[in-house]
């Protein structure tokens, strides 16, 4: 059974930085994509970031280029999420998912998703 497990959130003022990580396991790690997606109060999850298994490929949404970075350590069955200048409009819960090799952006691409860890930037 697959299961990720979601940390780093927090409060932090606009133009900080926060790196969230994501700690799978019940599967071989590094033969899957993982991804990032978040929810903003009333709005739809939407895609955040994707990294390949082996970690050479990333994708990243519009929102998040060129201030996020995605990244994950095989070893230890981790993905994690870099976030820098952060604006009040990255306030959302930030959820880790993963499925196959596809690097998918749409939410239905992924099977498994963890519980989501809250990150609140404050003006």
């Known amino acids: 059974q697959v299961q990720l497990e979601e940390s780093g959130g927090g409060l932090v003022q606009a133009g900080g930085s926060l790196r969230l990580s994501c700690v799978a396991s019940g599967r071989t790690f590094s033969s899957y994509v993982m991804a990032w997606f978040r929810q903003a109060p009333g709005k739809e999850r939407e895609f955040v970031a994707a990294?390949?298994?082996?970690?050479?490929?990333?994708r990243y949404a519009d929102s998040a280029k060129g201030r996020f970075t995605i990244s994950r350590d095989n070893a230890e069955n981790t993905v994690y999420l870099q976030m820098n200048s952060l604006k009040p409009e990255d306030t959302a819960v930030y959820y880790c998912?993963?499925?196959?090799?596809?690097?998918?952006?749409?939410?239905?691409?992924?099977?498994?998703w963890g519980q989501g860890t809250q990150v609140t930037v404050s003006s």
């Open positions: 998912a993963t499925n196959g090799d596809m690097l998918g952006t749409t939410l239905y691409e992924y099977a498994y």
């Open positions: 990294i390949s298994g082996s970690g050479g490929t990333k």
